[in-house]
Protein backbone atom coordinates (compact mmCIF):
# COMPACT_ATOMS: atom_id res chain seq x y z
CA UNK A 1 0.00 0.00 0.00
CA UNK A 2 1.71 3.33 1.14
CA UNK A 3 5.22 3.53 0.78
CA UNK A 4 5.24 3.96 4.70
CA UNK A 5 8.82 5.36 5.69
CA UNK A 6 8.18 8.89 3.43
CA UNK A 7 4.37 8.99 4.05
CA UNK A 8 4.95 8.25 8.31
CA UNK A 9 7.74 10.99 8.18
CA UNK A 10 5.76 13.56 6.92
CA UNK A 11 2.42 12.84 8.46
CA UNK A 12 4.69 12.77 11.88
CA UNK A 13 6.73 16.10 10.84
CA UNK A 14 3.14 18.28 10.02
CA UNK A 15 1.30 17.16 12.93
CA UNK A 16 4.00 17.37 15.62
CA UNK A 17 2.74 21.11 16.52
CA UNK A 18 -0.81 19.51 16.68
CA UNK A 19 -2.30 18.59 19.94
CA UNK A 20 -6.02 17.75 18.88
CA UNK A 21 -5.95 16.27 15.60
CA UNK A 22 -9.71 15.06 13.90
CA UNK A 23 -9.21 12.10 11.50
CA UNK A 24 -12.39 11.72 8.91
CA UNK A 25 -12.95 8.23 7.77
CA UNK A 26 -10.81 6.47 10.20
CA UNK A 27 -11.29 3.54 9.11
CA UNK A 28 -10.08 0.50 11.13
CA UNK A 29 -5.83 0.94 11.54
CA UNK A 30 -4.49 4.52 11.03
CA UNK A 31 -1.56 5.69 10.52
CA UNK A 32 -2.28 8.27 13.52
CA UNK A 33 -1.26 5.10 15.81
CA UNK A 34 2.10 5.77 15.31
CA UNK A 35 2.43 9.23 16.95
CA UNK A 36 3.24 9.38 20.23
CA UNK A 37 0.65 9.51 23.20
CA UNK A 38 0.76 13.11 23.96
CA UNK A 39 -2.05 13.96 20.90
CA UNK A 40 -5.64 14.34 21.39
CA UNK A 41 -7.09 12.00 18.52
CA UNK A 42 -10.78 11.59 17.37
CA UNK A 43 -11.63 9.53 15.04
CA UNK A 44 -15.23 9.58 12.57
CA UNK A 45 -16.20 6.83 10.18
CA UNK A 46 -19.42 5.07 9.87
CA UNK A 47 -18.88 1.74 9.06
CA UNK A 48 -19.35 0.06 12.22
CA UNK A 49 -16.81 -2.94 12.16
CA UNK A 50 -14.32 -0.57 11.48
CA UNK A 51 -14.62 1.37 14.82
CA UNK A 52 -14.73 -1.69 17.10
CA UNK A 53 -11.72 -2.86 15.38
CA UNK A 54 -10.13 0.53 15.75
CA UNK A 55 -11.47 0.87 19.47
CA UNK A 56 -9.24 -2.93 20.26
CA UNK A 57 -5.90 -1.50 18.57
CA UNK A 58 -6.89 2.04 20.51
CA UNK A 59 -5.59 4.05 18.00
CA UNK A 60 -7.72 7.37 18.84
CA UNK A 61 -9.30 8.65 22.47
CA UNK A 62 -12.63 9.56 20.86
CA UNK A 63 -14.36 7.68 18.53
CA UNK A 64 -17.86 9.00 16.72
CA UNK A 65 -20.18 7.23 14.34
CA UNK A 66 -21.23 9.65 11.56
CA UNK A 67 -21.24 9.96 7.86
CA UNK A 68 -18.20 12.56 7.32
CA UNK A 69 -20.57 14.40 4.64
CA UNK A 70 -22.71 15.45 7.23
CA UNK A 71 -21.21 15.82 10.60
CA UNK A 72 -20.51 19.07 11.83
CA UNK A 73 -18.08 21.03 14.29
CA UNK A 74 -17.39 24.37 15.90
CA UNK A 75 -15.07 26.51 14.19
CA UNK A 76 -11.28 26.09 15.34
CA UNK A 77 -11.95 22.67 16.87
CA UNK A 78 -8.97 20.96 16.29
CA UNK A 79 -5.71 22.08 15.47
CA UNK A 80 -5.70 19.66 12.63
CA UNK A 81 -8.19 18.20 10.73
CA UNK A 82 -6.81 14.82 8.60
CA UNK A 83 -8.42 12.76 5.66
CA UNK A 84 -6.11 9.83 5.20
CA UNK A 85 -7.64 7.55 1.60
CA UNK A 86 -11.25 9.10 1.98
CA UNK A 87 -11.79 11.97 -0.14
CA UNK A 88 -11.24 9.58 -2.90
CA UNK A 89 -14.41 7.47 -2.13
CA UNK A 90 -16.68 10.90 -2.22
CA UNK A 91 -18.15 12.63 -5.20
CA UNK A 92 -16.32 15.83 -6.41
CA UNK A 93 -19.00 17.59 -4.92
CA UNK A 94 -19.04 16.22 -1.35
CA UNK A 95 -14.96 16.14 -1.59
CA UNK A 96 -15.31 19.68 -2.20
CA UNK A 97 -17.44 20.79 0.08
CA UNK A 98 -15.83 18.36 3.09
CA UNK A 99 -12.61 20.82 2.22
CA UNK A 100 -14.20 23.78 2.82
CA UNK A 101 -15.57 22.50 6.12
CA UNK A 102 -11.97 20.91 7.34
CA UNK A 103 -10.68 24.57 6.94
CA UNK A 104 -13.21 26.11 9.44
CA UNK A 105 -12.82 23.11 12.00
CA UNK A 106 -9.08 23.18 11.79
CA UNK A 107 -6.94 25.92 13.56
CA UNK A 108 -3.19 25.31 12.07
CA UNK A 109 -3.59 23.03 9.28
CA UNK A 110 -5.50 20.22 7.23
CA UNK A 111 -3.52 17.21 5.87
CA UNK A 112 -4.76 14.83 2.93
CA UNK A 113 -3.73 12.15 1.22
CA UNK A 114 -5.15 10.06 -2.04
CA UNK A 115 -3.74 8.29 -5.17
CA UNK A 116 -3.21 10.84 -7.65
CA UNK A 117 -6.22 10.44 -10.32
CA UNK A 118 -8.74 8.41 -10.65
CA UNK A 119 -8.01 4.56 -9.73
CA UNK A 120 -10.72 1.87 -9.56
CA UNK A 121 -11.80 0.00 -6.70
CA UNK A 122 -14.64 -1.06 -5.74
CA UNK A 123 -16.80 -2.60 -2.30
CA UNK A 124 -15.03 -4.64 0.33
CA UNK A 125 -14.95 -6.27 3.52
CA UNK A 126 -19.29 -5.64 3.04
CA UNK A 127 -18.10 -1.92 3.06
CA UNK A 128 -19.84 0.63 0.40
CA UNK A 129 -18.15 2.96 1.35
CA UNK A 130 -15.21 1.70 0.03
CA UNK A 131 -16.28 2.58 -3.89
CA UNK A 132 -14.00 4.77 -5.41
CA UNK A 133 -16.14 7.85 -6.87
CA UNK A 134 -14.03 10.20 -8.39
CA UNK A 135 -9.55 11.21 -8.33
CA UNK A 136 -8.09 13.91 -7.68
CA UNK A 137 -4.51 15.12 -9.00
CA UNK A 138 -1.97 17.60 -8.31
CA UNK A 139 -3.08 20.63 -9.82
CA UNK A 140 -7.06 20.59 -8.75
CA UNK A 141 -5.76 20.18 -4.84
CA UNK A 142 -2.65 23.16 -5.29
CA UNK A 143 -5.77 24.78 -6.74
CA UNK A 144 -7.96 24.12 -3.33
CA UNK A 145 -4.21 26.01 -1.11
CA UNK A 146 -2.60 22.69 -0.90
CA UNK A 147 0.97 21.94 -0.53
CA UNK A 148 1.35 18.80 -2.91
CA UNK A 149 3.94 15.97 -2.43
CA UNK A 150 4.28 12.59 -4.94
CA UNK A 151 4.56 9.28 -2.65
CA UNK A 152 4.94 5.89 -4.17
CA UNK A 153 6.66 6.56 -7.44
CA UNK A 154 5.48 7.03 -10.63
CA UNK A 155 1.64 6.44 -10.94
CA UNK A 156 2.04 4.02 -14.32
CA UNK A 157 3.85 1.25 -12.57
CA UNK A 158 1.00 1.02 -9.62
CA UNK A 159 -2.23 -0.22 -9.84
CA UNK A 160 -5.40 -1.09 -7.29
CA UNK A 161 -4.45 -1.04 -3.14
CA UNK A 162 -1.05 0.87 -4.73
CA UNK A 163 0.56 -2.92 -5.63
CA UNK A 164 2.78 -2.70 -8.92
CA UNK A 165 1.00 -3.71 -12.06
CA UNK A 166 4.00 -5.74 -14.14
CA UNK A 167 5.91 -8.93 -13.84
CA UNK A 168 8.28 -9.53 -12.37
CA UNK A 169 7.13 -7.60 -9.66
CA UNK A 170 10.79 -7.42 -7.95
CA UNK A 171 12.06 -5.72 -10.64
CA UNK A 172 9.20 -3.25 -11.04
CA UNK A 173 9.08 -2.81 -7.47
CA UNK A 174 12.76 -1.52 -7.67
CA UNK A 175 12.00 0.37 -10.57
CA UNK A 176 8.96 2.36 -8.62
CA UNK A 177 11.66 2.92 -5.70
CA UNK A 178 14.16 5.28 -8.18
CA UNK A 179 11.36 6.99 -8.98
CA UNK A 180 10.06 8.02 -5.58
CA UNK A 181 12.46 11.08 -5.30
CA UNK A 182 11.41 12.29 -8.68
CA UNK A 183 7.86 11.83 -8.19
CA UNK A 184 8.03 13.53 -4.56
CA UNK A 185 8.86 16.87 -6.39
CA UNK A 186 6.68 16.47 -9.47
CA UNK A 187 3.39 15.04 -7.90
CA UNK A 188 1.55 15.17 -11.21
CA UNK A 189 3.90 11.53 -12.21
CA UNK A 190 3.14 10.33 -8.57
CA UNK A 191 0.82 7.57 -7.49
CA UNK A 192 -0.50 9.54 -4.10
CA UNK A 193 -0.49 12.66 -2.90
CA UNK A 194 0.35 13.79 0.54
CA UNK A 195 -1.11 17.66 0.61
CA UNK A 196 -1.15 20.02 3.34
CA UNK A 197 -3.11 23.49 3.91
CA UNK A 198 -1.42 26.01 7.03
CA UNK A 199 -5.01 27.73 8.46
CA UNK A 200 -4.02 31.06 9.24
Same mark, same amino acid.
Given at each position: ???????????????????????????????? &??????? %??????????????????????? %?????????????????????????????????????? &????????????????????? &?????????????????????????????????????????????????????????????? %?????????????????
Amino acid at each position: MIKQDLFLHLLKKELKDCYSILELGCGNNSPL &KTLNKRH %YLVGVDLHEPYLKESKKIGIHNK %YIKADIRKINFRKNSFDAVVLLDVIEHLTKEEGTSLIR &KMEKWAKKKIILFTPGGYVLQ &KEYDKNKLQLHKSGWNADELKNLGFKVYGINGWKFLRGNKARIRFWPFDFWNKISQITENFA %YKHPKVAFQLFCIKDIK
